[in-house]
């Protein structure tokens, strides 16, 4: 097997893990102005309840699968209505929305724990050996590429979303100036309410993906999240599409930075990508 073209397969497929974790983070983010580090949690929680469906109930894979985003946006959309928006209606600042953030992540890995345990579990299902392709002289999986064809039309749809609809506009709308909006008769706590379910949905779907692909333990949220705040970063926090580039840049930094080292250092690489934009490009690829 060619190394080359399977690090640039590597690296595409890593952007679009992360492109599905970044695209929510900068939503709720560009809306609530805040960072919610209860998103990676969220994301697990969706591969969890189709485990949970799926090997547990013997439900439809599909159904499960869209049982498991829909499940994901409710959970994203019930932490911002029973813990965010009461903090932001009393002035919280976005330290304490941190704060509340981290202790929603901290339970919802606790409760996971404690109803799924802490092994290592894969919502893998048939032969021990996934059905894989050959690309371009690399090999890629079917999962990788429903990943990728996922990405790819989320990322599409979302930008019809918020630029062809009513919805769309009065995220931006949000997204702009919350205080403005709320003057022009926009109901702000509602938009941004559909902006975390839509956030943690698509969140969601990336961990059911990850869950296919490589496994689930209930800590895996927080690796999901890292990655998909340096992603978000370093695209433009709060740009939507600065997200994806951001997203595929780091897929692409992390997996040739290890070509020649070992793959321990690939968050020390993602780190210090980061590091590197936040001293000589803050506001990310795309200003927001």
Do not use: C
């Not at 580090?37 to 159904?63: C, I, R």
């Not at 932490?79 to 209606?89: D, G, I, N, S, T």
């Not at 894989?132 to 002289?137: P, R, W």
């Not at 709320?182 to 309410?193: C, E, S």
Request: glycine share 12%; hydrophobic share 55%; no cysteine.
């Amino acid at each position: 097997m060619n190394i080359l073209p399977q690090l640039i397969l590597n690296s595409v497929i890593a952007g679009a893990i992360y492109t599905l974790v970044a695209l929510g983070f900068n939503l709720s983010f560009g809306a609530a102005r805040f960072f919610n580090l209860a998103h990676g949690t969220v994301a697990v929680a969706g591969g969890y309840v189709v485990l949970f469906l799926m090997k547990w109930l013997q439900v439809d894979p599909v159904l499960s699968v869209i049982s498991g985003v829909v499940s994901a946006g409710f959970i994203g959309y019930g932490l911002f209505q029973l813990v965010y928006a009461p903090l932001r209606e009393h002035k919280a600042s976005n330290l304490v929305l941190l704060v509340a953030s981290l202790g929603a992540f901290i339970a919802l890995q606790a409760i996971l724990a404690m109803l799924f345990s802490s092994q290592f579990q894969t919502l893998y299902q048939g032969s021990l050996v996934p059905t894989t392709y050959a690309i371009l002289g690399g090999v890629i999986t079917q999962v990788q590429l429903l990943t990728l064809g996922s990405a790819f039309l989320i990322t599409l749809g979302l930008a019809l979303v918020l630029n062809m609809t009513v919805f769309g506009k009065a995220v931006r709308a949000v997204s702009d100036d919350e205080e403005v909006a709320k003057i022009v008769g926009i109901n702000t706590r509602k938009i941004i309410g559909r902006v975390f379910f839509m956030a943690s949905a698509i969140a969601g779907l990336g961990g059911i993906l990850i869950g296919f692909d490589t496994g689930l333990e209930p800590t895996t949220g927080l690796p999901l999240l890292l990655k998909g705040v340096i992603a978000s970063i370093i695209g433009g926090i709060g740009n939507v599409y600065g997200g994806v580039l951001g997203a595929f840049l780091l897929g692409f930094v992390e997996n040739f930075g290890i070509w020649k080292i070992s793959g321990e250092w690939k968050d020390a690489i993602a780190f210090t990508l980061l590091i590197i934009f936040l001293i000589f490009r803050p506001n990310g690829i795309i200003r927001r």
